[in-house]
């Protein structure tokens, strides 16, 4: 009997059965967007249910894992976004897309997700991954490449040890001297290194310091800075329980850390703070708050500088600091001038998308824009949750 027939496509209950996150937990690829925590916060969100899609061989050892959630949609397009009803690897998240420990196995669970979509006219499956091969196992996919995410990677904590043989399980914190004087943690060429410093000196000089937020009322408080953040942005924020649960589910695991960035002098206020969620060999730089009048202070360098070095220190290989878009040229230069790379990521879909050409932002878009930064914070907070009910 050949290794494709011992395989089996099954559905299985990711909080109950602990083959889940083992496997997530073992996989050099994993991120914490496949872990059990995460797809809970997904589903409590908005009440949606998981179907956690896993293929396991004859012994019952799984081989491959593919978590999709379904959205019912926005009700018309925005921008290059699939905005139909889909069922989707993963709604509101970055990249997910299928774990699998070979190609026999990662085409086993994707077949079974093309036949999910073909039960349920009018449905639409959606990829987000960073593979582009997915075709070549699947051709029904239809493969669209989508933003560049900026990537920095991080020195190996071991020398002469392969990355591919880190994991959760496998990683080693860095025993080594100050960062400061760390000849390997370098932020490109010596211009950008001297940018850094510049922001950073200047921020402390203003009497900024970085410390992690230590209760739930720091995040209510860093919640009003990131309402702001996404208003000066026109972009619909996430829900104030999304991150409280989150609080409450990744943080006591290690794999949620929320750092402030307070101003001293002349009253102690928080300024700016950043989310970030790390799993495997990866951590993500996920949300970030600060006032738009706070950006004089440069709080985002002195709070990135840390949150890199502390992601060093813990034995991480990659530091991503999330997607870009043609259209915010500011945010795309602050992310490379930390020495990033930019790596493309690719967004996958059945039945095959009618039309995912990039077009100029309309006019109404744009008015849409300038109305949205008008709008007072809590509105935007009732309204950014009713729009992420459909995304």
Known sequence: MDSVSQLRTIEVD??????????????TGALIYHHSSWL????????QRCRALACEDASGRLRAILPLIHTRGLPFKLGRSASGARLSSLPRTPVAGPLALDDEAMAAVLRQAV??????????????????????LVPELSCVPWRLTLVQELPS?????????FSETVRL????????????????????????????????KLGLRVREAES??????????????????????????????????????????????????????????????????????AFTGCAHEDFRLHPHDIIQLELIRDSCKN?????????????????????????????QMYR????????????????????????????PLKLTATLGDQIHRYM
């Open 315 to 343: 034995g991480y290989r990659w530091y991503d600091f999330g997607e870009v878009t043609q259209a915010n040229d500011s945010l795309a230069q602050f992310k490379a001038k930390w020495g990033t790379e930019a790596k």
């Open 40 to 47: 809970t916060a997904l589903e409590s969100e908005y009440r």
């Open 157 to 165: 904590p071991a020398a002469g040890v392969p990355w591919e043989e």
């Open 14 to 27: 990711f909080k109950q059965d602990p083959r889940w996150n083992q496997f997530v937990s073992q996989h």
């Open 173 to 204: 914190r860095r025993e080594c001297g100050p960062c400061e004087e760390c000849p390997t943690l370098r932020f490109g060429n010596a211009k950008r290194r001297h940018r850094v410093n510049w922001a950073v000196n200047k921020a402390i």
């Open 348 to 375: 996958y879909y059945y039945p095959a998308p009618i039309a995912m050409e990039q077009s100029r932002p309309s006019h109404l878009v744009a008015w849409a824009r300038r109305g949205w930064r008008l709008l």
């Open 216 to 285: 739930e009322a720091e995040v209510a408080a860093w919640y009003r800075l990131y309402l702001d953040a996404m208003r000066h942005h026109a972009f619909p924020p996430r829900p104030y329980r999304f991150f409280a649960n989150l609080w409450s589910t990744l943080r006591p695991l290690g794999h949620m850390k929320l750092l402030l960035t307070e101003l001293d002098m002349p009253s102690k206020r928080i300024v700016a703070g950043s989310i970030l969620l790390r799993f495997g060999q990866t951590v993500f730089y």
């Open 115 to 136: 036949e999910f979509v073909r039960s349920e006219p009018g449905l639409q499956l959606e990829i987000k991954t960073r593979r582009q091969d997915l075709s070549d």
